[in-house]
């Protein structure tokens, strides 16, 4: 019976490993609803994809390691109890050599981690790191608030090119709630603030998540790789409306984008009074 308690307390991680092993192709792994699939749809997100497999890799390593240590010592502790077995029990108050080794090593591990994932941090947190292309300016101001996403874009020019976005309001700015635009293949930049509580601005599929603190303007970058509808949530427990804080960020050509800013002026600019009278519709004169 006592190895059948041992068989019984080593299948779970057994289980565990073979669970995970198959996540992947069940659909339990990176968020698939994207264009991209699980794959991460930018590419610092694919950098933060390989930091998170080499993580994985040796936490497997040591898992796997300590349970068939776990196994062992199991196994060899069932043994030394059966019947007819004359083997002397022995006492130890540790081992110093033992103790260096699994201090040691734990702290070389993370220290490696850390050093190698340095410029990954860089790039996506320190501003004088982010790619040229956002030197150009932010293309929206994006403000959380309970429980919605108020982004406000700054208006088009003479030549039907974006203006640049100011600090402040502009009265040829244009707002949209919960629906983010961007140009796909060309890194981008918002500048995120929250009008509340504290919220995270969360992009799953590109891998991009950044807290809204109240009081801060925060610029966050990011860059599609696919052309398609995105997924952005609030990942910050913000109030009982939290679950439905809930938009999308659409990614899409160049062409299109700005097609999108001309039908968001020309929306927000409507005043309800047609351009052009109705055809048949009476014309009053000036003598009227």
């Known amino acids: 019976m006592k190895r059948f308690w041992c068989l019984f307390f080593m299948i779970w991680p057994v289980l565990a490993l073979y669970v995970c092993w198959i996540a992947p192709s069940m659909g339990w792994w990176f968020p698939f609803t994207g264009p991209t699939g699980m794959k991460a749809a930018s590419p610092l997100g694919e950098r933060i994809d390989d930091l998170f497999y080499m993580i994985l890799y040796i936490?497997?390593?040591?898992?796997?390691g300590t349970q068939i240590a776990l196994g062992y010592v199991l196994f060899k502790g069932a043994a030394a109890t059966d019947e007819g077995n004359t083997e002397k029990a022995w006492y130890s108050h540790g081992s110093h050599n033992l103790e260096v080794i699994w201090t040691i090593v734990p702290a070389c591990v993370l220290l490696f981690i850390a050093l190698y994932q340095m410029d990954v941090w860089?790039?996506?947190r320190v501003k004088d790191s982010f790619p040229s292309e956002t030197k150009q300016g932010a293309i929206a101001e994006v403000t959380a608030r309970q429980f919605e996403w108020r982004i406000r874009y700054p208006g088009l020019g003479p030549d039907g090119k974006p203006l640049p976005l100011m600090p402040e309001p502009q009265p040829t700015d244009l707002y949209t709630v919960n629906d983010l635009h961007a140009v796909v293949g060309k890194a981008?930049?918002?500048i995120l603030e929250t009008q509340d509580v504290q919220h995270?601005?969360?992009?799953?599929?590109?891998?991009?998540?950044?807290d809204a603190v109240p009081g801060l303007d925060?610029?966050?970058?990011?860059?599609?790789?696919k052309s398609g509808d995105y997924t952005l949530?609030?990942?910050e427990l913000c109030g009982w409306g939290h679950y439905?804080?809930?938009a999308r960020?659409?990614?899409?050509?160049?062409?299109?984008?700005?097609?999108?800013?001309q039908n968001l002026t020309k929306s927000q600019n409507y005043d309800g009074v047609p351009e052009t009278p109705a055809e048949g519709a009476p014309v009053a004169s000036a003598a009227e």
């Open 59 to 64: 936490t497997t390593a040591t898992f796997v």
């Open 188 to 190: 981008v930049m918002i």
């Open 233 to 235: 949530l609030c990942a």
């Open 122 to 124: 860089a790039q996506y």
């Open 200 to 210: 995270s601005f969360f992009l799953p599929e590109l891998r991009v998540k950044q």
């Open 218 to 225: 925060i610029p966050v970058w990011f860059k599609a790789s």
């Open 249 to 261: 960020m659409v990614a899409e050509t160049e062409d299109k984008y700005l097609e999108f800013l």
């Open 244 to 246: 439905k804080m809930k």
